[in-house]
């Protein structure tokens, strides 16, 4: 399984970006996705997350500008970053809790990451 995330860059403060994630390979179901981020120096954070029935949650930090949202017919996870402020600088990290076989348990899968740069 790999997860391949797109969409960072550079924006000015109160832009809007769109992260996308998509899942590929072996498996059965996408239990849920979501997007963390992390700075250097500091602990992951979890940005948004989504469940394969739609249930969200949201960072406190980010809710009412972030919306996430998936898609089960493509195994992708989008972010819709609006309002964005240059605390919101960072990396994004793509995640994924996935079951290879029905049967087995399923497995946390992390993408390589996309920057995120808001400039003021």
């Known amino acids: 399984v790999q997860l391949q995330a797109s969409g960072g860059g550079l924006v000015q403060t109160g832009g809007s970006l769109r992260l996308s994630c998509v899942a590929s390979?072996?498996?059965?179901?996408?239990?849920?996705m979501a997007w963390y981020r992390q700075n250097p120096g500091k602990e992951r954070e979890l940005v948004a997350s989504?469940?394969?029935?739609?249930?969200?949650r949201y960072a406190v930090s980010v809710k009412g500008r972030f919306f996430v949202s998936m898609d089960n017919t493509k195994n992708t996870v989008y972010l819709q970053m609006n309002s964005l402020e240059p605390d919101d600088t960072s990396v994004y990290y793509c995640?994924?809790?996935?079951?290879?076989?029905?049967?087995?348990?399923?497995?946390?899968?992390w993408g390589p990451g996309t920057q995120v740069t808001v400039s003021s």
């Open positions: 995640n994924a809790d996935i079951r290879r076989m029905w049967g087995r348990d399923s497995i946390s899968y």
């Open positions: 390979g072996n498996f059965v179901r996408i239990n849920s």
């Open positions: 989504v469940t394969g029935g739609g249930t969200d």
